[in-house]
């Protein structure tokens, strides 16, 4: 897929980063674009295809050969041929979102032309903090630690999905099961982590605009201040939010299926593991929560004293039937009647501290619950899963 042509400037790509740079130095992502199918096939059969190759030469695929075959270990399908390349597709949608929004503070006149000099500093402030190496080496130490010092026993949370690679005496793993802890795993791990990056980048960029002198217009229809166009910005999350179900959803479908785990005994954890991925993609539009809420109660006051001064004119005009020295007030087209005047005030009061709405809501609910939607799907009836989702949602 091709990047299109942004002034960097002012429209920094989240994803053309260091590690983005070293894979087109080894020709995994083409000179233009960001080569995301190629990637995303590439890392999928890296995954997954040796543990498929050996668990077949060893007769572990199917049941008979082993307890748990690979086949009944429905997490190592889904973290590999659907989570990887889903974390690896997302940076397309991410570029895209990017390079689209942040250019827009500058189109929509929220940073205004005499402060495009300061915007133009923190989008490079922003972009040389991309495109450091210290967050790579942090993320790659901490994996590895994870990977080396995480119990690999059969019988532990972690070693569980290597069952089917254990021999049948319960000794040691073979070839596959060590592909899946120490090269398998950690890859899915480190494309998590990059994008736990991202979004801290995005809170960090945020953070530094709302620093901004910034032209909020606590009338604007959007409900935001003009800030309104920023609740997409978690849209380029949608595949991680994607991701890290699927990968938590399989998990679970193991154990309901082969463990006799109840669903219902889930539902707290799959209730607040929802939650957490909303909050945690949503996040960084609170970096913006300050300044607009800043400009909501200095409004309240300012157009509290327009609609005060608007109202005693009209009733000494229109109730005392007095003569007015200076009746421009209510004669100023661009306010209007009462009516507009009051409309102006519950305009200010319904302003939003924070630029969020349904659409940012459905924009990460949706992916997070289609793989707990399948999950449930194992027991209880789809279509009364859809209605109870559909409606929480609307």
Same mark, same amino acid.
């Given at each position: 897929?091709?990047?299109?042509?942004?002034?960097?400037?002012?429209? #920094?790509?989240?994803v053309?980063?260091? +590690?983005?740079?070293?894979?087109?130095?080894?020709?995994? @992502?083409?000179?233009?674009g960001?080569?995301?199918?190629?990637?995303?096939?590439?890392?999928?059969l890296?995954?997954?295809?040796?543990?498929?190759?050996?668990?077949?030469?060893?007769?572990? %695929?199917?049941?008979?050969?082993?307890?748990?075959?690979?086949?009944m /270990?429905?997490?190592?399908?889904?973290?590999?041929?659907?989570?990887?390349p889903?974390?690896?597709?997302?940076?397309?949608? *991410?570029?895209? @979102?990017?390079t689209?929004?942040? #250019?827009?503070?500058?189109?929509?006149?929220?940073?205004?032309?005499?402060?495009?000099?300061?915007?133009?500093? %923190? $989008?490079?402030?922003?972009?040389r903090?991309?495109?450091?190496?210290?967050?790579?080496?942090?993320?790659?130490?901490?994996?590895?630690?994870?990977?080396?010092?995480?119990?690999?026993?059969?019988?532990?949370?972690?070693?569980?999905?290597?069952?089917?690679?254990? !021999? &049948?005496?319960?000794?040691?793993?073979?070839f596959?099961?060590?592909?899946?802890?120490?090269?398998?795993?950690?890859?899915?791990?480190v494309?998590?982590?990059?994008?736990?990056?991202?979004?801290?980048?995005?809170?960090?960029?945020?953070?530094?605009?709302?620093?901004?002198?910034?032209?909020?217009?606590?009338?604007?229809p959007?409900?935001?201040?003009?800030?309104?166009?920023?609740?997409?910005? #978690?849209?380029?999350?949608?595949?991680?939010?994607? &991701?890290?179900?699927?990968? $938590? *959803?399989?998990?679970?479908?193991?154990?309901?299926?082969? /463990?006799?785990? !109840?669903?219902?005994?889930?539902?707290?954890?799959?209730?607040?593991? %929802?939650?957490? @991925?909303?909050?945690?993609?949503?996040? #960084?539009?609170? &970096?913006?929560?300050?300044?607009? +809420?800043?400009?909501k109660?200095?409004?309240?006051?300012?157009?509290?004293?327009?609609?005060?001064?608007?109202?005693?004119?009209?009733?000494?005009?229109?109730?005392?039937g007095e003569?007015l020295?200076?009746?421009?007030?209510?004669?100023a087209?661009e306010?209007?009647?009462?009516?507009d005047?009051?409309?102006?005030?519950?305009?200010v009061?319904?302003?939003?501290? $924070?630029p969020?709405?349904?659409?940012?809501?459905?924009?990460i609910? $949706?992916?997070?619950? %289609?793989? =707990?939607?399948?999950?449930?799907?194992?027991?209880?009836?789809?279509?009364e899963?859809?209605?109870? =989702? @559909?409606?929480?949602?609307?």
């Amino acid at each position: 897929m091709s990047a299109e042509a942004v002034d960097p400037s002012v429209a #920094p790509s989240l994803v053309d980063d260091m +590690a983005l740079r070293l894979q087109r130095h080894v020709g995994l @992502v083409p000179a233009r674009g960001l080569g995301v199918v190629r990637r995303a096939v590439f890392f999928a059969l890296l995954t997954w295809l040796p543990l498929v190759a050996w668990a077949l030469y060893t007769g572990r %695929v199917l049941p008979g050969g082993v307890d748990e075959p690979l086949v009944m /270990h429905f997490g190592v399908h889904v973290r590999f041929l659907l989570a990887v390349p889903a974390l690896i597709l997302g940076e397309a949608m *991410a570029h895209r @979102v990017s390079t689209t929004l942040i #250019p827009y503070f500058l189109t929509s006149g929220v940073v205004p032309p005499a402060q495009r000099g300061a915007f133009v500093r %923190v $989008v490079g402030s922003v972009a040389r903090l991309r495109d450091r190496t210290l967050p790579w080496l942090l993320i790659a130490v901490v994996v590895l630690a994870w990977t080396i010092l995480q119990p690999v026993a059969v019988g532990s949370e972690a070693g569980h999905e290597a069952k089917w690679a254990s !021999s &049948a005496e319960g000794g040691g793993l073979g070839f596959g099961g060590w592909w899946f802890l120490y090269v398998s795993r950690p890859i899915f791990s480190v494309l998590l982590a990059a994008w736990l990056w991202r979004l801290a980048l995005v809170f960090v960029l945020l953070k530094r605009i709302a620093g901004l002198d910034l032209s909020i217009v606590p009338t604007h229809p959007d409900g935001a201040g003009g800030l309104g166009f920023v609740k997409d910005m #978690p849209k380029a999350f949608s595949l991680l939010a994607f &991701a890290t179900s699927a990968v $938590v *959803a399989s998990r679970l479908a193991h154990d309901v299926m082969y /463990h006799d785990v !109840s669903l219902l005994s889930l539902k707290v954890v799959l209730g607040g593991f %929802v939650a957490m @991925v909303i909050a945690v993609c949503v996040a #960084p539009l609170l &970096a913006l929560a300050r300044p607009l +809420a800043a400009a909501k109660r200095r409004a309240l006051l300012e157009y509290g004293a327009l609609v005060g001064t608007h109202g005693r004119l009209v009733r000494q005009r229109w109730i005392l039937g007095e003569k007015l020295a200076d009746d421009g007030l209510i004669q100023a087209a661009e306010i209007g009647p009462v009516a507009d005047t009051l409309a102006l005030y519950e305009a200010v009061r319904r302003m939003q501290a $924070v630029p969020f709405g349904k659409s940012t809501l459905i924009g990460i609910a $949706v992916p997070t619950l %289609v793989p =707990i939607l399948v999950l449930l799907s194992t027991q209880v009836p789809i279509k009364e899963v859809l209605k109870k =989702i @559909v409606g929480a949602l609307l």
